[in-house]
């Protein structure tokens, strides 16, 4: 393990607060231990550390794109690490007719693969935290975690907008789900750090006119009143609004049990593998390249393995942040490490290491790889054009030192997408959920027309034997004039 920061201790330890707990009895709750922020940083570039005291984590969703390798990395570092998963993500495959591109493999193999590779044990349970309260509240009861990291959502801003099922699913799920988590802390008494997974969608993606900051912004009130608020929310999907509604359960549950929060507002992951995850085929993470779950940077690059254009919607000027695998995975190893005192309002970092316009991303791939850019209509009802000025103090002045675009990793998912290529199903890349109905109008019959600029020239002069006025009749027709 390279790169190394020893820190300070807490004062008092989550294992006295569960002590309190034990002696108190399940149900009975507990005085919170107070706690000094810890002050371990990362250093060295690979930012890995040895947590000043080993933790219970328990990992809510640890079968997903980000669950996964950030079990690893958690246990890789010295915690226990105990994985909850109802394997939702896999059954949504089924339903979309879709599937990693990489070949994941089931939760037994993983799991045996990785006590062979490092010679540590990860407990998993099979539930889903939205509808099995009490399973959920014994385990806690039971285990007695310091933090429960909570990736157990529907994570697709497209999915969510499909249809009614999917709207209905997206917010019974994610809600539910959050506030059984926090309902069964309450219930449990102990001091559990809650570690949840948000997203800079929360803020919206329209320019706000200034730096994004984390969390919460000083505001005048009418009447001259100054006041501290959560920046307001502006959520884009019904995905975006349940991570909103998740924001308020985190504020009402922290000022009423005091429970101790941290919110990650994260960009949007890019990458695939992680040091961990590379250690055997088998922990291979998952890869999403379709149009519901594909994040925008690794569809483009699963299009550029196929040899076709990446699809820009739009203009391509939507601006949105941008996180490596690898680092989401480290961040939330920081913030495990730095939980907020309990009392503390609810800790809210903006998880990103930088931010691009989608053109410019699609700029870079197409000067990696050769491929066209072009652009189709956008699905979603969003901004043409933004700016996103966002900060990412917090993270930064513990030491994190993100992976940009421009660290050679970006060479490593281009082989990845090209090595997997066979098992890609290029009919899932295209746009298939539409924010409305009017939209989807205009979108279908984008794909509906054939685009008279895609026939190659040199054909249609062969059909028109040359003629230049036959050759525009051909486009004409070929554009349904
Ligand atoms: N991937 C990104 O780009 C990104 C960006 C910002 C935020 N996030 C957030 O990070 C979290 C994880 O995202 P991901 O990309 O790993 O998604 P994912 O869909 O790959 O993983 C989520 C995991 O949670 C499980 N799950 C879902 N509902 C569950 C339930 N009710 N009970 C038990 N398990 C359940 C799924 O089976 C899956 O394994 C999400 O909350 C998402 O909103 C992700």
């Avoid at 330890?13 to 810890?38: L, Y």
């Avoid at 990992?59 to 690893?72: E, I, K, R, S």
């Avoid at 320019?207 to 912004?217: F, L």
């Avoid at 209509?377 to 993100?402: C, D, M, Q, T």
Wanted: aromatic share 8%; glycine share 10%.
């Amino acid at each position: 393990m390279a790169g190394f920061v020893a820190g300070g201790l807490c004062g008092t330890r989550a294992g006295t607060a569960r002590a309190v707990a034990e002696r108190n009895g399940f149900g009975i709750r507990a005085d919170r231990c107070r706690r000094r922020a810890a002050s371990v940083r990362m250093s060295g570039t690979n930012g890995m550390f040895t947590p000043s005291e080993k933790k219970k984590v328990i990992v809510l969703g640890g079968d997903g794109f980000c669950g996964w390798p950030t079990a690893l990395y958690l246990s890789e570092i010295g915690h226990d690490v105990i994985i909850v998963d109802n394997l939702s993500r896999r059954a949504i495959d089924l339903e979309l007719e879709c599937d990693s591109l990489t070949p994941i493999q089931s939760m037994g193999e993983r799991l045996k693969v990785w006590k062979q590779v490092s010679g540590k044990e990860i407990p998993f349970h099979f539930f889903d935290v939205a509808k099995s309260y009490e399973l959920l509240r014994e385990l806690i009861a039971r285990e007695k975690p310091d933090a429960v990291v909570h990736f157990a959502e529907q994570r697709a801003a497209p999915y969510s907008m499909k249809g009614p099922y999917q709207k209905k699913y997206t917010i019974d799920n994610n809600v539910n789900g959050t506030h059984n988590l926090l309902c069964a802390i309450v219930e449990s008494g102990l001091d559990v750090h809650v570690v949840h997974l948000g997203t800079m969608g929360v803020y919206g993606y329209g320019t706000s006119g200034g730096e994004i900051p984390e969390g919460y912004i000083d505001v005048t009130l009418p009447g001259g009143r100054e006041s501290n608020i959560l920046h307001p929310m502006s959520p884009g999907s019904v995905y975006h609004m349940t991570k909103c509604l998740d924001q308020l359960l985190f504020q009402f549950y922290q000022r009423n049990d005091e429970l101790r929060i941290t919110d990650l507002h994260q960009g949007i992951v890019w990458g695939t593998n992680t040091p961990w995850t590379k250690k055997d085929e088998r922990l291979i993470n998952r890869f999403d390249y379709d149009s519901d779950y594909g994040t925008v940077l690794n569809r483009f690059l699963m299009q550029a393995a196929m040899g076709y254009p990446l699809t820009v919607y739009g203009t391509g000027g939507q601006t949105r942040a941008f996180i490596h695998i690898e680092d989401t995975a480290k961040c939330i190893g920081l913030a495990i490490e730095n939980p907020p005192k309990s009392g503390d309002r609810v800790e809210i970092f903006n998880q990103i290491a930088e931010t691009h316009r989608v053109r410019d991303l699609a700029k870079i791939i197409a000067d990696l790889t050769g491929c066209e850019v072009k652009s189709v209509n956008n699905p979603r009802k969003e901004a043409a054009e933004n700016e996103l000025e966002v900060s990412n103090k917090k993270f930064r002045s513990l030491g994190y030192e993100p992976i940009s675009l421009g660290t050679g990793l970006l060479e490593e998912v281009t082989q990845v997408a090209d090595k997997y290529k066979d098992r890609c199903d290029v009919d899932k890349i295209m746009p298939s959920s539409f924010w409305n109905k009017k939209i989807e109008e205009q979108c279908t019959d984008d794909v509906k027309k054939p685009d008279a600029d895609d026939v190659d020239e040199s054909l249609l002069n062969a059909i028109a034997k040359g003629d230049p006025k036959k050759v525009e009749k051909l486009k004409e027709v070929l554009r349904g004039n």
